[in-house]
């Protein structure tokens, strides 16, 4: 039987693998389909602290995954299928194999909601893009016009931290008032390098022929007309989606599906700890999902200490 299963090689995942390692608790920790997680599609990383020259996120992850071994975690790729844990031991299958732990350390993340077009898969990576804080800073955007997509706060957030870069930041929404804070929503439509774009959609990104974004095609929701925006790339910032679906109905989640921790990184159900994107729609960021991971660890040690007294 295991002592922990971390579900998640993400920040958090890793982190917490690191420090159960560390424990001596020989933790078990499953990938999922996207191993290092979401930082793995970023270029370069640029506020983690230590890195002062950045570093590539795929490096990243893999560095965490080293020192996470290096102390005794055992990686292995794989997906989750089923979770139970109504009784003690828990047990989870996964790739169809049964495995019986005492505690579970969930950092499934969360994915970037994407518009759903072909062009803008094609072009991920080469101007569209999920994360301002992440790639704003490229060359390729400088002094460029952007688009950003969604009227959230993180789309305001996004728009705002890119006008330090952007010639103008084009804020494409469908509908004509923004779904963000008063506060955003006004300091954002306030600024005077960002033009809001109301009641459109993106329905192309171009331009997938040249391999790289050239602007956007737009329609407008209202009148239907349709227009074409230059720009030299595409922030998606429509929400994100956490990977909790195999939790639903056992583990408590809020609405949106973000696990709701009870205290510190405790679940509702004691031995189930959550750490990192799929419990956080407030920070999301690579050094804080690690804190929560080292939290997480922390409380998955003393939970073991207590119940093995
Ligand atoms: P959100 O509040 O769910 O907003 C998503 C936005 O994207 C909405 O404006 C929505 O349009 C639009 N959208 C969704 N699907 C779309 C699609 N397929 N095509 C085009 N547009 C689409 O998500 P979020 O902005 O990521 O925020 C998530 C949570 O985190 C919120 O509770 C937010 O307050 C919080 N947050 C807080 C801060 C902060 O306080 N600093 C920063 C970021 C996020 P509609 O409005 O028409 O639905």
């Not at 031991?89 to 994915?111: N, R, W």
């Amino acid at each position: 039987m295991e002592n922990v299963v971390i579900i998640g090689t993400g920040c958090a995942g890793l982190t917490a693998a690191i420090y159960t390692a560390r424990a001596n608790l020989n933790p078990l920790v499953i990938t999922g389909m996207m191993p290092g997680g979401l930082l793995t599609t970023t270029s370069i990383v640029e506020n983690y602290p230590g890195f002062p020259d950045g570093i590539d996120g795929y490096e990243l992850m893999t560095r965490m995954q080293k020192q996470a071994e290096k102390f005794g975690a055992r990686v292995k790729f794989g997906e989750v299928e089923s979770v139970e844990v109504a009784q003690r031991p828990f047990t989870l299958t996964v790739d169809g194999e049964k495995v019986s732990t005492q505690t579970i350390i969930i950092a499934s993340g969360a994915g970037h909601r994407h518009l759903g077009l072909k062009s803008e898969d094609l072009l991920e990576k080469k101007g569209v893009t999920y994360c301002a804080t992440c790639d704003g800073a490229l060359p390729v955007f400088r002094n460029q016009p952007l688009v950003v997509v969604g009227g959230g706060d993180s789309a305001c957030e996004e728009a705002t931290y890119l006008t330090r870069f952007a010639s103008v930041v084009y804020l494409v929404h469908r509908r004509d008032t923004l779904r963000a804070s008063k506060i955003m929503a006004e300091r954002t439509l306030a600024h005077p390098k960002i033009k809001p774009v109301w009641d459109s959609v993106v329905t192309e990104v171009l331009d997938a022929k040249l391999d790289k974004v050239t602007g956007v095609r737009l329609k407008n929701l209202k009148t239907n007309a349709e227009s074409e925006l230059a720009c030299a790339g595409v922030f998606v910032a429509i929400g994100h989606v956490p990977n909790t679906q195999l939790f639903k109905g056992v583990i408590d989640m809020d609405d949106a599906g973000y696990i709701a921790p009870k205290r510190g990184t405790e679940t509702n159900v004691p031995g189930v700890f959550v750490a990192g994107d799929c419990s956080d729609h407030v920070y999301r960021q690579a050094i804080t999902a690690a804190g929560l991971g080292c939290a997480a660890a922390i409380d998955a040690e003393r939970y073991l200490a207590k119940i093995n007294q």
